[in-house]
């Protein structure tokens, strides 16, 4: 009878000693995750990002939380990728020339030299309410930069040349 209790007895050891090898495994791993998030690379600013794809940085609010850049299989960097802006809610801009644009929590976009395309979670308004951004394209050569609704929107460039302060709005529909 001693022969069982103890291997049982032995097993339940075993089992408590794996369960604190796996709590310490963990605990260090996530304090090396921490430890070089902080000590790592310091992340690009959104705007960063955006001039060295040529978008104007004046295109989101400068009050943004965090942004997400998924770069594409392409080993090209100008080959862009896919773009992630989050807000702490729904933001929205309002341009010298009285153009407003309104971003919800999280905006998506695929992102590559001077455009921005299949974009979900910007909006134009317009004189019956606001439409859906699907794309934006910057053209350098005439100043402009093209938002696509459901017709294309061209504007200054300039009045995108400066990021502004977003206000934030509780309904972005």
Known sequence: MDFFAGKAAEKQINGVGETINTMVNDASEAVTN???GLMGKVQKPLAGILEQYEIPVGIFPKNHVKY??????SSKPEAGGVLEVYFTG???IKLSDGTVLKYAKKVVTRISAKEMAGIVGMKLKGITGYSEISAVS???AKDNIHLQTRVRKTK???????????????DVS
């Open 34 to 36: 921490w430890w070089e």
């Open 68 to 73: 997400v850049l998924k770069p594409s299989d």
């Open 90 to 92: 729904g933001m929205e």
């Open 138 to 140: 910057v053209d350098t």
């Open 156 to 170: 200054p460039l300039h009045l995108f040349k400066s990021a502004r302060q977003g206000v934030e709005v509780l």
